[in-house]
Structures are given as C-alpha cells and as structure tokens.
Nanobody
Framework: VQLQASGGGLVQAGGSLRLSCAAS????????MGWFRQAPGKEREFVAT????????YYADSVKGRSTISRDNAKNTVYLQMNSLNAEDTAVYYC??????????????????????WGQGTQVTVSS
C-alpha cells in the first residue's frame, strides 16, 4: 500500500481543515487506517483510527469531539476533518495503514508500530 496525504496548510485558530490520504493497492479496503501527528521536538502521536467499513472509530482525547475520521473505500481514501483548531494542533500529520483480516480492537491501532505502511505527511500550521 502506498499512501499520499494532502490537505494540510496554514489556518487561523478556530478554523477547520480536512486532510485526505489516498491509497494505492488492493489492500486498502482490508486495512485499518490511522492518522498520527508529530509536532516539532515531540514524538509521533496517535490521532484517530477507523475500521475497514468505517463502523468503528477511535480518537485521541486531544482531538475527540473536534475531529472526524472517515473513509471511502470506493475511492481508496481516508479523511480527517478537524474543527476548532488551535496552536497545539500544529504538526505534520501522517496517515498509516494496517492491513489485517482480524480487528484487534481500537486500542491496538493507537500504537504506531502496529502499522506497516506510512504516507509522507502533510503539514498543518495553526496561527493564533
């Protein structure tokens, strides 16, 4: 699976962005997808994950209630809608894929080492 993230940019605090991650390859529909982010000087952290059909989602507390992860398997694309952005959301956002025929529970997919494929990242900068 090859992943291409896009949609980042510069936004004012309180604004919104929708990130997209386009996947190539036949395993997208059988992959658990996730979004992670990495701020300067910090470790990469979990943001959100979504199951194959989109029926199960899970969010980091830091974005819960402000963000929505979704996917369109017909378009091989996963999205992250982020609202009410603040300076703490400034980071490079990465999408990741975990091909699997077994769902191991949402918490399993909050760990970056459980993903086998990563996109190149897209920069989100929130100005205050």
């Amino acid at each position: 699976v090859q992943l291409q993230a896009s949609g980042g940019g510069l936004v004012q605090a309180g604004g919104s962005l929708r990130l997209s991650c386009a996947a190539s390859g036949r395993t997208f529909s059988t992959s658990i997808m996730g979004w992670f982010r990495q701020a300067p000087g910090k470790e990469r952290e979990f943001v959100a994950t979504i199951s194959w059909s989109g029926g199960s989602t899970y969010y980091a507390d830091s974005v819960k209630g402000r963000s929505t992860i979704s996917r369109d398997n017909a378009k091989n694309t996963v999205y992250l809608q982020m609202n009410s952005l603040n300076a703490e959301d400034t980071a490079v956002y990465y999408c990741a894929a975990a091909p699997s025929t077994v769902f191991r529970g949402s918490l399993y997919y909050t760990q970056l080492y459980n993903y086998g494929y990563w996109g190149q990242g897209t920069q989100v900068t929130v100005s205050s």
